[in-house]
Each structure stands twice: as structure tokens, then as C-alpha cells.
């Protein structure tokens, strides 16, 4: 039997990301794995933060940033069922960057076994970025990575 110890998940909280986690948390609970569940905050909602900020629009710009990572936070631990949680070992991750780049080396730092995916986002825009995002992870990722579709 081919080892999976550790499962990566990455979310963008749509239908899509779900059905991952599903998948994740049913093959990490049959081959005893750990799931990390990530969130990605994309560049681009960083520096449009930034940019704002330096035009002169209310909120420094740290502080915002700090209240955006907070609600990314509290989403993901509602996105997570504690029922999951109680199940299986699941670490949550946040991170800031280029989604495809920070996925692929989370993946790396830790080892990970395999990538499981949605490969359709929250909007038609998303869902082309994700589309790029799935197809970049699939081709650069240290490990085997697993497009999930959500259900009909």
C-alpha cells in the first residue's frame, strides 16, 4: 500500500474546496493520516489592501491586514467541522501570497504526501483563477495531487 501520512488541503471556502476536504478527511480517517487544511490570502487582496491604504483610505494598513487574516481565520475554523476535527488530527494554516506558489511550498516544507484540491472556485472569476491555481499546483507540486469536482 502507497504511505500517506500527511494530506494537504487547500480551501477557498466554495462548494469545490468541500468536496476536498471530504475527500481528505475520508482517506486521511482510513489511512490513519494527519489533514493540514489551508487558506491562502492571495497577493492580490494584499496589495489592493495596500494600495488603498496608501491612498489615504481610512485603516492603517497592518490593521486591516490583521482584521482580514482574523475573519480568514474564524472562517476556516467554521469551514472545518468539529466533528472532523475530533475524527482525525487537522492542523489549519493561513498563509499570504501567490495561492499555486504558497500551496507548493507548504506541500514541501511539510513533507506532504498529497495535495487534494477542488478545481473550481467561488466565482467565474476565481474559478479561472483556481482552474490556473490547480493546474500550477498539479504540475509543480513535490507529491501526487488529487482535482476534485463538486458533486452534481
Do not use: W
Amino acid at each position: 500500500m502507497i504511505k500517506i501520512e500527511r494530506i494537504l488541503v487547500p480551501v477557498d471556502f466554495s462548494e469545490s474546496s468541500q468536496e476536498a476536504l471530504r475527500y481528505g478527511h475520508e482517506m486521511a480517517r482510513e489511512r490513519n493520516s494527519k489533514v493540514y487544511v489551508l487558506h491562502v490570502i492571495n497577493q492580490r487582496i494584499i496589495d489592493a489592501l495596500q494600495d488603498m491604504s496608501a491612498k489615504g483610505y481610512k485603516g492603517e494598513f497592518m490593521e486591516v491586514l490583521k482584521n482580514v487574516v482574523k475573519e480568514r481565520r474564524d472562517e476556516l475554523e467554521r469551514f472545518v467541522p468539529a466533528t472532523m476535527r475530533e475524527d482525525i488530527e487537522v492542523q489549519l494554516e493561513i498563509r499570504k501570497g501567490r495561492p499555486a506558489e504558497e500551496i507548493i511550498t507548504f506541500a514541501r516544507e511539510n513533507q506532504v504526501d498529497l495535495v487534494i484540491l477542488g478545481n473550481v472556485g467561488r466565482s467565474a472569476l476565481e474559478a479561472a483563477l483556481v482552474g490556473s491555481v490547480a493546474r500550477n499546483v498539479a504540475n509543480h507540486a513535490p507529491c501526487p495531487v488529487l482535482l476534485v469536482r463538486p458533486r452534481a
